[in-house]
Antibody, heavy 118, light 114 residues
């Protein structure tokens, strides 16, 4: 079945880095763009980044631009989110999601928790 | 990239209908029909309920009941849930494509089924 599994979350100090991974299975990964969405504790959803199906284009929310990098490895069915210069406000559950046609997100992973704290 | 505006909470009795609004601006909800709605039960993963509000036809992924419908007028999108059921109690988020390959979510609406 279609499945997205995130990993790599944890507790990290402000200013440090962390890399999140999302393992994809159950569909032709090469045909889909992928998104990252986050949700702060007790807060709503916030779009973070998107990567084209072939990795050729990447776009970011203003709140993470210049600090986060999205990438993918189509040979491994993996999506990544490299997070640098982390701030307390980056604390959230990070979800990867499949980019559905018509600009929606139709399949979500279970999320991985990132806590930025000293 | 300001969040879309949703009511923080709404409620309804079983069998009733409720409509959740989602207000954006001319450059997101007002410009694109790419508005989607997500349901999130506490501690669970968001679920896509509605995508694309163009042409007055509600587009739902397979498995989403027809009780869920959506529309858009100018800068405001709406999600209507008819025949409320206990399991509809959840948080609902709208999301709009905002151009330049960016997206913006609403702040979320907590729906309580009385």
């Amino acid at each position: 079945q279609v499945q997205l599994v995130e990993s790599g979350g944890g507790v990290v100090q402000p200013g440090r880095s962390l890399r999140l991974s999302c393992a994809v299975s159950g569909f032709n990964f090469n045909n889909y763009g992928m998104q990252w969405v986050r949700q702060g504790p007790g807060k709503g959803l916030e779009w973070v980044a998107v990567i084209w199906y072939d990795g050729s284009k990447k776009f970011y929310a203003d709140s993470v631009k210049g600090r986060f990098t999205i990438s993918r490895d189509n040979s491994k069915n993996m999506v990544y989110l490299e997070m640098n210069s982390l701030r307390a406000e980056d604390t959230a559950v990070y979800y990867c999601a499949r980019d559905y046609p018509n600009n929606a997100m139709d399949v979500w992973g279970q999320g991985t928790t990132v806590t930025v704290s000293s | 990239q300001s969040a879309l505006t949703q009511p923080r909470s709404m409620s309804g009795s079983p069998g009733q209908s409720v409509t959740i609004s989602c207000t954006g601006i001319r450059s997101d909800v007002g410009k694109y029909n790419y508005v989607s709605w997500y349901q999130q039960h506490p501690g669970k993963v968001p679920r896509l309920m509605i995508y694309d509000v163009s042409s007055g036809v509600t587009k739902r992924p397979s498995g989403v009941p027809e009780r869920f419908s959506a529309s858009k007028s100018d800068n405001t999108a709406s999600l209507t849930i008819s025949g409320l059921q206990a399991d509809d109690e959840a948080d609902y988020y709208c999301c709009s494509y905002a151009g330049a390959y960016t997206w913006v979510f609403g702040g979320g609406t907590r729906l309580t089924v009385l």
